[in-house]
């Protein structure tokens, strides 16, 4: 079965200065991963995706985030950070290519200091 | 395009109390999911439709909750009776489905938040 993990529960960051937000998987066969982002009260935004091809993906609102097979990771990262950004950030695993099995990180908050 | 619609946004009932979340997933996702989410922590899946199949539901207390997705469309989540360990918020999300090939990801609604008393 796949997991996700994401080591840390907060995370906080001064405006301007590049953020990462961190996350591991364990999946059978090839991974298909997203990332998530939610705020106060909302559902869940889809970022980006990792299905296969370029390692670096990039995403919404100046979002990136980076595959790593060798350490099973896919850290979310943006260059400089916003106030805005400060939200609940989900990664989430899906079973391969035709599963629609989904599972969910715990969330690591996110906070950008004025 | 509307996206995944919800209601109601909050409700508040006593403990023993039925209570229902109506989900209308978005135009032509054939694939629906409840999902129960506790404060500050990822969503944990309750129930998965694909068209009006509950094709997985290992983790929906059966005792007291129960869904429908009749048609292959809306779907209703019930409680009954509710308890107090039932307060969170449920999200219902959709997606085009694995049989066409899809890469896609899910789309959740705003979510219905409960609070039992």
């Known amino acids: 079965a796949q997991s996700v993990a994401q080591p840390e529960d907060q995370v906080n960051v001064a405006e301007g200065n590049p953020l990462t937000v961190k996350c591991t998987y364990s999946?059978?066969?090839?991974?298909?991963l997203f990332w998530y982002v939610q705020y106060p009260n909302r559902g869940l935004q889809f970022l980006l995706k990792?299905?296969?091809?370029?390692?670096l993906v990039k995403g919404s609102y100046g979002f990136e985030a980076e595959f790593n097979k060798s350490q099973t990771s896919f850290h979310l990262k943006k260059p400089s950070a916003l106030v805005s950004d400060s939200a609940l950030y989900f990664c989430?695993?899906?079973?391969?290519?035709?599963?629609?099995?989904?599972?969910f990180g715990p969330g690591t908050r996110l906070s950008v200091l004025p | 395009e509307a996206g995944v619609v919800q209601s109601p946004r909050y409700k508040i009932i006593e403990k023993k109390q039925p209570v229902a979340f109506w989900c209308n997933p978005i135009?032509?996702?054939?694939?629906l999911y409840w999902y129960l989410q506790n404060l500050g922590q990822g969503p944990e899946l309750l129930i998965r439709y694909e068209n009006e199949e509950a094709v997985d539901d290992s983790q929906l207390p059966k005792d007291r909750f129960s869904a429908e997705r009749l048609k292959g469309v809306d779907s209703t989540l019930k409680i009954q009776p509710a308890e107090l360990g039932d307060s969170a918020v449920y999200l219902c999300a959709s997606s085009l489905g694995g049989w066409r090939g899809s890469t896609g990801e899910l789309f959740f609604g705003e979510g219905s938040r409960l609070t039992v008393l």
């Open positions: 999946v059978s066969g090839n991974p298909y």
């Open positions: 989430a695993v899906r079973d391969g290519v035709y599963g629609q099995n989904f599972v």
């Open positions: 990792y299905i296969t091809g370029d390692n």
């Open positions: 135009s032509g996702h054939n694939t």
